[in-house]
């Protein structure tokens, strides 16, 4: 069982906005920036989010991140259908250890 | 930027297994990294961090005195040495980019291998 708590499963139709949350505590995201990553079955992660609301270069503005206290949220506007996929949430804990959420499984109806 | 990890392979339990992580394209030496791993069928599960210039390193507890991370920035390389293996460290092992010298509360990892397996297995 993860620190980090995701809903295992999200879903919604194209063109649709669907959030994915991320619940954590005052050890980890009510103290350092958390970071989402988006994985194809079969393929390596790629990073989505970082420092909360940041995007890389590449990754459209229809992603966008949040965070509020212990919790945190990604948002996906517009949705597509290769948007399809496994999210992870993740951020550094103050036991000085790494921690991924449990991962949401995202199917575009 | 790319990673290429190799190593993997089948391993008995109790048995040992080095992993190199092979980087090329970014400047290594000034990169804090990572490995990950993703057992079959499960999430992503943090393993170790090491910093730019090595002297700063963390496990997870799962793994602590059974696996050291190290790097050689000379030959742009990042290891994982792997010892007294259980089946439970059945996994799909990632090496990661992590942020340019920032410290671990800047925790994203921005370019990952393609990963190799490892099956620990009588």
């Known amino acids: 069982q993860s620190v980090l708590t995701q809903p295992p499963s999200a879903s919604g139709t194209p063109g649709q906005r669907v959030t994915i949350s991320c619940s954590g505590s005052?050890?980890?995201?009510?103290?350092?920036?958390v970071n989402w990553y988006r994985q194809v079955p079969g393929s390596a992660p790629k990073l989505l989010i970082y420092?909360?609301?940041q995007r890389p270069s590449g990754v459209p503005d229809r992603f966008s991140g949040s965070k509020s206290g212990t919790s945190a949220s990604l948002a996906i506007r517009g949705l597509q259908s290769d948007d399809e996929g496994d999210y992870f949430c993740?951020?550094?804990?103050?036991?000085?250890?790494?921690?991924f959420g449990g991962g949401t499984r995202l199917t575009v109806l | 930027a790319q990673l290429v990890e190799s190593g993997g392979g089948l391993v008995q339990p109790g048995g040992s297994l080095r992993l190199s992580c092979a980087a090329s394209e970014f400047t290594f030496s000034r990169y804090d990294m990572n490995w990950v791993r993703q057992a079959p069928g499960k999430g992503l599960e943090w393993l170790s961090h090491i910093s730019a210039s090595g002297n700063i390193i963390f496990y997870t507890d799962s793994v602590k005195g059974r696996f050291t991370i190290s790097r050689d920035n000379a030959k742009t390389s990042l290891y994982l040495h792997m010892n007294s293996l259980r089946v439970g460290d059945t996994a799909v092992y990632y090496c990661?980019?992590?942020?340019?010298?920032?410290?671990?509360?800047?925790?994203?990892?921005?370019?990952w291998g393609q990963g190799t397996t490892v099956a620990v297995s009588s």
């Open positions: 990661a980019r992590g942020s340019p010298g920032y410290g671990v509360s800047y925790f994203y990892m921005d370019v």
């Open positions: 420092e909360t609301d």
């Open positions: 993740a951020v550094w804990d103050a036991r000085l250890n790494g921690v």
């Open positions: 005052g050890a980890n995201i009510g103290r350092n920036s």
